[in-house]
C-alpha cells in the first residue's frame, strides 16, 4: 500500500490506474477505524480492482464547540489495518493540501441537511459535502462506499451527486453499506470509546428500543406513540436526554406520520452523559 500525502503523487498514481481500465473504488473516513470501516473497505475491494482509501480529519465539518483537536488520530495504526485489507493508495492529505490557503468555496445541500443532525450541528453537512465533493474530484472513483450509520450524510452525499450530475461516481455509484454491530446491538462508532463500562451496557438499550418501535409501527402504533415510547425507554435505561427520534422518507428525510409507499427510516440521536450517539433502521413501507 501506497500512502500519499499530495495531490500531485495521487493523481499520477490513479492516472495510471486509470489508463489500465481498472475500476477504482473510494473510502472515504476520518481515521481512528474500526470493524464499520474495514467492512467499507471490503466491500469496495470486492466490487472494484483498486481501492482508495482516505483519511482526512476534515476542520470544515467540526461546529466551534466541537472539539476537533480531541478526535483521535491513529495514522499508523490505521495504515496497518487498511494495508492488511488489501487498500492499494491510502489518501492522507493534510489540511493545507486540501484547504489551501485562498480557499473559499461552500458546497451546501440544503432540505435534506437542514433537520436531525443538522438542526443540533450547524455547517456540519456544508464541511461534509465541501470535503467529499474535492475527494470525489480528486480521486475520482467508479464507486464510493459509505456507511448507513450516518445516514443523513449518506443522503446529504447521494443529493449532491444526483444534483450536480456527478460521474465519478454517478449518484447510483454512491454505495451505502449497512451498519456493522456489537454483539447487543450497538452501532459501531468511535465515539463509543468514550462510553463508561456503565453506559456501554445501557447504550444496548438504544437499538432495543428503535427495533421495539419499528414492530409497534408494522403492527398499526400510530408513529407518534411508538416515538415516544422508545425516548421513554432509552431514558429509563440511563440515557441523559433525546435529541430527535423521528420517522423520515429515506430519501428527503422529510418527517412522516406513518410509513408510506416509499422507503422509510427511523432515526434517532441520543445523549449518554456527554456522549451523543445516533442510529437509524429502515421501516418497512406500508403494505
Ligand atoms: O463519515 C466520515 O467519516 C466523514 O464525515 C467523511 C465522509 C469522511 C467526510 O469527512
Not at 23 to 40: K, N
Not at 113 to 128: E, K, Q, T, W
Not at 210 to 228: D, F, H, R, S, V
Request: charge should be neutral.
Amino acid at each position: 500500500m501506497q500512502t500519499v500525502k499530495s495531490l500531485g503523487v495521487l493523481r499520477t498514481t490513479l492516472g495510471q490506474w486509470r489508463k489500465d481500465g481498472a475500476r477504482i473504488a473510494l473510502v472515504p473516513t476520518m481515521g481512528a477505524l474500526h470493524e464499520g470501516h474495514l467492512t467499507l473497505v471490503r466491500r469496495a475491494r470486492a466490487e472494484a480492482d483498486h481501492v482508495v482509501a482516505s483519511i482526512f480529519v476534515n476542520p470544515k465539518q467540526f461546529g466551534p464547540n466541537e472539539d476537533l483537536d480531541a478526535y483521535p488520530r491513529q495514522l499508523a495504526a490505521d495504515a496497518a489495518m487498511l494495508e492488511a485489507e488489501g487498500v492499494g493508495v491510502l489518501w492522507a492529505p493534510t489540511v493545507e493540501e486540501m484547504y489551501p490557503s485562498g480557499f473559499v468555496t461552500n458546497v451546501g445541500v440544503s432540505g435534506v441537511s437542514d433537520g436531525l443532525c443538522g438542526a443540533a450541528r450547524p455547517g456540519h453537512f456544508d464541511g461534509v459535502a465541501t470535503v467529499v465533493l474535492k475527494l470525489f474530484n480528486q480521486v475520482q472513483p467508479d464507486l464510493a462506499f459509505f456507511g448507513e450509520k450516518d445516514f443523513q450524510q449518506l443522503a446529504v452525499i447521494r443529493t449532491m451527486a444526483r444534483d450536480l450530475d456527478l460521474t465519478a461516481p454517478h449518484a447510483d455509484n454512491i454505495i451505502g453499506v449497512p451498519t456493522v454491530r456489537e454483539a447487543d446491538g450497538l452501532a459501531m462508532s468511535s465515539r463509543n470509546r468514550y462510553l463508561t463500562s456503565e453506559q456501554r451496557t445501557a447504550a444496548a438499550a438504544l437499538p432495543r428500543a428503535m427495533k421495539t418501535a419499528i414492530a409497534a409501527i408494522k403492527a398499526g402504533a400510530p408513529g407518534a406513540e411508538a416515538l415516544a415510547q422508545l425516548q421513554a425507554e432509552i431514558i429509563a435505561a440511563g440515557f441523559s436526554s433525546v435529541d430527535y427520534a423521528v420517522l423520515a422518507d429515506a430519501t428527503t428525510l422529510a418527517p412522516l406520520a406513518a410509513p408510506g409507499k416509499a422507503p422509510a427510516r427511523l432515526l434517532v440521536a441520543a445523549r449518554i452523559g456527554s456522549t451523543r450517539l445516533i442510529d437509524n433502521m429502515p421501516v418497512a413501507p406500508a403494505p
